[in-house]
């Protein structure tokens, strides 16, 4: 069925609206139960209620972005239901429209719904995710002028070229507008056997992006040379203040379009970048899993002729299919983490058996 066809246009219309409708329902009890979560954290403490209401606003999407599929099922199971009971979905196949054409337009308003969200509002969620990240080291270390989100220093590694590799330490680190200050700084540069063939020690040191490391009271060590001392010495370095951050933050708190990079820096410097590059797999494969929850929905809920009963059980059996596929796909996905399986199958896997196993049973109801 085509997608700008009155019947098309219809029920992309009401997976559209039933969708948003399930959205905003759960987007209010999530955030009672964020909100009620933040108060009983913040008794006892000097925080206002307005820095409370902030951090469960911008903890929502973390939360939303588990159930989201959860949320297109449920609206799925709503649309469906709705149709048949109706009896809309009686007239459109017997106007001769198998279950494929009728389920077409809703899945290919549900595929490009999940593009939005991996390409629109997953940056959106991202950085309010960043920002809570940022208020809740704020909130645990008492200091409302904590930018990062680590007390153990920075320790991190930086490929400048294809034979060096640069080690960079430091004890401690705190932000003033876009500069970075850092403490006792060691900067190591070896080769890519690992060989030291300098270090660099400094007091302190500041970075920016325009002008790198500006390192004080510095020393010099290199192999087969005496201890040069400096008052300070200006050191090149590809490091942002953005790339440290993302050291410091979970994969959930990067943009869809900035994980490329970050995977590649990571992985250039040495790094294991499979948490990141399994988080940028599954927010590619999301606009899918999307879909195989609307072929899920529609094994249970669809249904020609509702005087047979049994609605509710199969409302439950839905959902409850739901749940537990969803149950399995992590456990896969934690097996991908691990390094068990390759990060592609553990990313995909449970969604091409859960869309085939779907579609065998529409199959076999279309049959019927």
């Given amino acids: 069925m085509n997608l700008n066809s009155i019947l098309g246009r219809y029920l992309s219309k009401q997976i559209i609206l039933n969708f948003i409708g399930v959205l905003l329902m759960v987007l209010g009890v999530v955030f009672i139960f964020e909100l009620i979560e933040m108060l009983r954290r913040a008794s006892g403490e000097n925080v206002t209620f307005l ?14 972005d588990l159930v989201f599929p959860f949320v297109m099922m449920i609206a799925a199971m709503i649309t469906f239901w709705r149709l048949s009971k109706s009896n809309e979905f009686v007239i459109i196949r017997a106007a001769g429209v198998s279950i494929w054409g009728f389920l077409t337009p809703i899945l290919i308003t549900t595929f490009i719904v999940g593009i939005l969200n991996i390409t629109v509002v997953n940056p959106i969620s991202s950085k309010m995710y960043e920002i809570y990240e940022v208020m809740d080291y704020r909130f645990k270390t008492r200091n409302p002028n904590a930018v990062l989100f680590s007390d153990k220093g920075l320790w991190t590694r930086e490929a400048t070229d294809q034979d060096t590799v640069l080690v960079i330490q430091s004890k401690s680190l705190h932000q003033e507008q876009d500069t970075l200050l850092l403490r006792n700084v060691s900067i190591m540069e070896m080769d ?28 010099v060590y290199e192999a087969g040379k005496p201890v040069v001392s400096l008052p300070n010495t200006k050191y090149k370095t590809t490091l942002t203040l953005d790339r440290i951050k993302e050291n410091f933050i979970k994969p959930e ?20 970048a499979l948490k990141h590059y399994m988080h940028y797999l599954s927010l590619l494969a999301s606009p899918f899993l999307l879909c195989a929850m609307i072929l899920i929905a529609a094994v249970f809920a669809l249904r020609p ?8 059980y199969l409302i439950v059996g839905g959902v409850s299919t ?10 896969i996905y934690a097996f991908g983490l691990n390094g068990y399986i390759p990060p592609f199958m553990a990313v995909c896997t449970p969604t091409i058996i859960a869309a085939l196993i779907s579609i065998t049973a529409l199959l076999h109801l279309e049959d019927g």
Avoid: C, H
Avoid at 55 to 64: E, G, N, S, V, W
């Fill in 51 to 64: 820095f409370v209401i902030q951090m469960a606003i911008t903890k929502l999407p973390q939360t939303i």
């Fill in 192 to 219: 890519r056997d690992s060989q030291l063939l300098k270090r660099l020690e400094a007091f302190a040191a500041t970075l920016d992006e325009k002008n790198g490391f500006e390192l004080k009271d510095v020393k």
């Fill in 253 to 272: 708190a990067i943009s869809f379009w900035d994980l490329p990079a970050t995977i590649n820096f990571y992985e250039k410097s040495g790094f294991s």
């Fill in 305 to 312: 002729n509702n005087r047979r009963g049994g609605v509710m």
């Fill in 322 to 331: 739901g749940f537990i596929f969803y149950f399995l796909s992590q456990v």
